[in-house]
């Protein structure tokens, strides 16, 4: 991810901050204290860790301690306690952030990496409740970020309709897109453009990936409750990506390569 001008690395940082305000506020009024408490134990823990390896390695400050406040509220399973969430906050920001240099330099996003340890360690727990008013957070938080030009617009556009291509394909139920404020949050990490490819080819291909895995682990039920399956196909996605820009970018040299035999 490259900065410009006005847009430091810091400032971006900012951004995605303020851009996820709507979904955070939505937590708030859905789950309470309880939602406050989920969000501020993640957000402690996680600026734990962004201090001691700021002053052990000098790995500098970056969002991904809100980002995961926020993913966490949104998609793990309610019920857990604020403890279980900051140690799957700890397992997430260390492995999939810290250790590799910080925000900017890592492979797969800290906040996928953590709720998939989450829903391993603690199976079974009842989805959180991000339905309607949920989606419709996201929606604008989403278009905040394309208006400054943060997400990748071609992995955003290939993540909807992967999704709903899929969902077609198996005759899963179109209108349960309707409540799937998680699903729809799994979007938004899908499109980091931090972990998305470079080139707007593979973007586009990355996003129709990530789109249809997340409707195919779903099932045939639909999106409604299927923050389990949002958080597993992001991840995957975001594992492939390098190699879906690889692949990419190999065809195009081959191209050029043709054109000018």
């Known amino acids: 991810m490259t900065t410009r001008g006005l847009w430091s690395r810091d400032m971006i940082g900012w951004a995605v901050i303020a851009a ?4 955070a506020a939505i937590v708030v009024v859905e789950q309470g204290v309880e939602g406050v408490l989920r969000m501020g134990a993640v957000l ?3 600026s734990l860790w962004q201090l001691l390896f700021r002053r052990l390695r000098g790995v500098p400050w970056s969002p991904t301690g809100a980002v995961l406040a926020v993913s966490m509220a949104v998609l793990a399973p309610a019920g857990l306690s604020p403890m279980q969430l900051a140690l799957g906050a700890s397992f997430g920001i260390v492995l ?3 250790i590799f240099g910080g925000w900017g330099r890592n492979v ?4 996928p990496v953590a709720l998939a340890m989450v829903f391993l360690t603690w199976p079974g727990g009842a989805a959180p409740g991000a339905e309607t008013t949920m989606l419709l957070a996201v929606a604008a938080s989403g278009a905040v970020l394309l208006a400054l030009g943060i997400l990748p617009l071609p992995a955003l556009l290939g993540g909807v309709a992967g999704v709903i291509g899929a969902m077609a394909l198996i005759g899963a139920p179109l209108e349960t897109a309707l409540l799937a404020g998680g699903a729809g949050f799994g979007l938004l990490l899908l499109a980091d453009p931090v972990t998305a490819p470079t080139t707007p080819v593979a973007r586009l291909v990355y996003g129709l990936l990530g789109g249809a895995l997340i409707a195919l682990l779903a099932g045939s039920d639909g999106l409604a409750g299927a923050e389990r399956a949002t ?3 992001v991840l995957l996605a975001q594992v492939f990506a390098p190699t879906i820009d690889y692949a990419a970018l190999a065809v195009k040299r081959h191209a050029r390569g043709r054109r000018h035999a």
């Not at 797969?108 to 906040?111: D, L, S």
């Open 231 to 233: 958080v597993f196909a």
């Open 108 to 111: 797969v996003g800290a906040a």
């Open 44 to 46: 402690a823990v996680a």
């Open 96 to 98: 999939a952030d810290l």
């Open 20 to 23: 996820l305000l709507p979904p």
